[in-house]
């Protein structure tokens, strides 16, 4: 099993930034790749950015891409998303996902973080 935590979202105005934390613990020895997705309210989650755990491989969204960098501190075992120029666009859940054995993030989920971009 693999655990993961988000924080860092909250409140903040069309612009500014936000960096998300995602802490992981348990079995993260088998973490293979991890990322964030996001759910806005009355919508389907959707993938963010991606990366390799084990890399510097990353992927992103398009609607993202050029404004939010994922990356990772191995040591900590900690997930981060650098997310600038905010748009109200980007509110939602966002969520922490890993990736075990060769797969894409999703065998393990965190609970979430709000994040809300005001107008």
């Known amino acids: 099993q693999v655990q993961l935590v988000e924080s860092g979202g909250g409140l903040v105005q069309a612009g500014g930034s936000l960096r998300l934390s995602c802490a992981a613990s348990g079995r993260t020895f088998s973490v293979y790749t991890m990322g964030w997705f996001r759910q806005a309210p009355g919508k389907e989650r959707e993938f963010v950015a991606q990366?390799?755990?084990?890399?510097?491989?990353?992927s992103y969204a398009a609607y993202v891409k050029g404004r939010f960098t994922i990356s990772r501190d191995n040591a900590k075992q900690t997930l981060f998303l650098q997310m600038n120029n905010l748009k109200p666009d980007d509110t939602g859940v966002y969520y922490c996902?890993?990736?075990?054995?060769?797969?894409?993030?999703?065998?393990?989920w965190g609970q979430g973080t709000q994040v809300t971009v005001s107008s």
């Open positions: 996902a890993a990736g075990i054995a060769g797969n894409r993030p999703g065998d393990y």
């Open positions: 990366i390799r755990w084990g890399g510097s491989t990353t």
